[in-house]
């Protein structure tokens, strides 16, 4: 009876080493999720409340996976510029002033003429302003059809009397070389008939001689 639990204890004892044994190559596997994305790029807000200044704001942002970039700017706007310092001369009562300072457009410079009213000139108008105008056309305004126009029409013009010119030129050579033609056939005309009297001469002076 004694050997038989001497044996149930090495069995027991056997299997708690076994059991500790298999527990120490026992494998745990887990996955580990981390996120680094870069937190997302925010237009900067670009305020412009003064009305009398003509500046416009814009803003803007990009993002990708790893850099993002975010910028705002003010734009002038030069046109809102001429306006209100041509509404400001106005209100002064400098109402030539204020007409230049919108002449400075070539729209309206283009309007102004098509309407026979010619934007100032050093303090000239009407057609004293147009012909300003006509002789100094470097201070026209860039972009002006009116004196687009007028520049290719002044340009095919000058093409135009360059071929007359030329066509005149080729018809005084045909002329001349026509003249010239008929001289020599005048000058060979009297030649012969020059040659052909003398023959008459002579050959009346034989006979005499015969007789």
């Not at 919108?102 to 102004?112: G, K, Q, T």
């Not at 687009?148 to 002329?175: D, G, H, I, N, Y």
Request: aromatic share 6%; proline share 2%.
């Amino acid at each position: 009876m004694k050997q038989l639990l001497i044996i149930l204890a090495l069995f027991t004892t056997v299997g708690i080493f076994t059991d500790s044994r298999a527990a120490d190559t026992n494998t745990v596997s887990s996955t580990v999720v981390t996120n680094n994305t870069p937190p997302t790029a925010n237009s900067p807000s670009v305020v412009v409340n003064n009305s009398d200044i003509c500046k416009s704001a814009y803003s803007g942002a990009i993002q990708t996976q790893v850099l993002g970039i975010s910028s705002g700017v003010t734009v002038r706007d030069l046109n809102c510029e001429m306006i209100k310092l041509s509404r400001s001369l106005y209100g002064m009562g400098m109402k030539v002033a204020a007409v230049s300072t919108l002449c400075a457009d070539y729209r309206i410079f283009d309007a102004m003429w098509m309407s026979a009213t010619y934007c100032p000139f050093m303090g000239a108008i009407g057609e004293d302003a147009k012909k300003g105008w006509e002789e100094n056309r470097h201070l026209v305004p860039a972009g002006s059809k009116v004196f687009l126009s007028k520049a290719e029409a002044e340009v095919k013009q000058k093409e135009l009397e360059k071929q007359v010119l030329k066509q005149e030129q080729e018809e005084q050579k045909r002329l001349k070389e026509d003249k010239q033609a008929l001289l020599k056939e005048l000058d060979a005309g009297i030649n012969n008939e020059t040659k052909v009297s003398a023959a008459a001469i002579l050959s009346s002076l034989a006979f005499l001689l015969l007789l």
